[in-house]
């Protein structure tokens, strides 16, 4: 079963809630930054740049395209684990079950952490003015 | 023009979210080529070229962006005006350059909305006295950010907030179920961007604010100002900021000027008949909210 067909076929993964910003201006320079949901947060990096942000306590799995091909990610029971990784040692993999810190797998350039730091009570998503 | 866009979407797929963004980004891009006031080749300058000689057939945006900025012409009793441009064109704010009294009258005589004949039927557009100007600067973004938005749906994306400079529409809720939280900038004299007066929790709602400090110049102690009324060709005096919450952007970045020209006393009346919400900062730094949103607005810090 492709990746994407589990991902559209588990239940769990459609409960998850993929956030992504978009940041560009119209004068050509672009970026990207990633907006934070409630919670604690599993921040998902590709190349230095935010592409997904997921609540650490909801249930799924997601995968980023990185130079080698697909890393998958899967967050389970508030740990998050790097399921799959198309690197040749897998150091990222047998890293296992995370509930604290990050997971890096550097061949790919992904960077996985748990952001407990930040809550968006407050968070302002856009100002006026 | 150098406008900051930011799009936020929520989307179960990276890839959905990827293309809706970009999708919607370059729908920006193209109405932002079409209304440039300084772009020869944009479609706003071929209306220009061809004022008090012929109508101009336009592209359905630039057609729709007029016949609404002509509305709110006639719902702010012509204090937001799309043909200030012979006027607004006087004023460098770079340069801090103010232009004379007798050259203000002189073009003050060019700007009238009621000159801009809209023709939806034949998709042409005719300013109607050589030597007028449109300048689409006080509605192209709110517009822009209301076709974003409706691009982002029909890709099949539920919730999300685009932002054109501070021209803001929101839709459905973030993932945490609640909506999209904006910050309105302090107006204070001497504030900086990050600034937060109050904060606002907005869904399928659109905000735009209008301030005096967004361009501006200072000269013999009195700050110049890029709101000009169309009445007396001088920046209004009024306001500090206006902010504006309708469902459409194209309004909320229009009525956000009109209000602010007309000052807070007639602006909460236009305001109040449009039905629209909106907070207005006055010159003092008295805030006045409309009833609608009372209690929903909070301040972070005591206006004034």
Known sequence: MSLRKLLHSTTIADKVLFSLLLLLSLSGIFLIKAFVPEGHTVVIELDNKPVYLLPLDKDGIVSVDGPLGKTTVEIKDNSVRIQDSPCRNKLCVRQGWIKTGALVCLPNRVVVTIDRGRETGNTIDAVTG | ?304
């Open chain 2, 1 to 304: 023009m150098d406008t900051l866009v930011t799009i936020t979407v929520v989307s179960r797929s990276q890839e959905k979210a990827d293309r809706a963004m970009n999708t919607a980004f370059s729908e920006i891009e193209q109405i932002a080529k079409l209304s440039d006031f300084y772009s020869p080749e944009s479609e706003i300058s071929m209306i220009n070229r061809k004022s008090g000689i012929s109508g101009v057939t336009v592209s359905p945006d630039v057609l729709e962006m007029l016949s609404k900025a002509r509305y709110v012409s006639e719902n702010t009793g012509g204090a937001f005006d799309i043909t200030i441009g012979p006027v607004m064109s006087l004023y460098d704010f770079h340069k801090g350059i103010k232009p004379d009294a007798s050259k203000i009258r002189e073009n003050l005589h060019f700007v009238n909305y009621r000159n801009l004949s809209v023709d939806r039927n034949n998709s042409t557009v005719f300013l109607k006295e050589k030597g007028m100007l449109v300048d689409p600067g006080g509605i192209t973004k709110g517009y822009a950010a209301d076709k974003a938005v409706e691009i982002l749906k029909q890709q099949g994306i539920h919730a999300g907030l685009v932002a054109v400079a501070g021209d803001i529409k929101a839709f459905g809720l973030k993932p945490d179920g609640k909506p999209w939280t904006i910050g309105i900038r302090n107006p204070a004299p001497g504030n900086s961007e990050d600034d937060i007066i109050a904060t606002i929790g907005l869904s399928d709602m659109a905000i735009s604010t209008s301030g005096d400090y967004e361009r501006f110049f200072i000269l013999d102690g009195k700050k110049y100002h890029h709101l000009i009324d169309p009445k007396t060709g001088y920046p209004a005096s009024g306001c500090r900021s206006v902010s504006v919450i309708a469902k459409k952007g194209v309004f909320t970045d229009s009525f956000a000027t009109g209000v602010f020209i007309l000052g807070p006393e007639k602006g909460m009346k236009v305001l109040d008949k449009m039905g629209f919400e909106g907070v207005i900062i006055d010159s003092t730094g008295k805030a006045q909210i409309t009833p609608g949103i009372r209690g929903k607005v909070e301040f972070k810090k005591t206006p004034a």
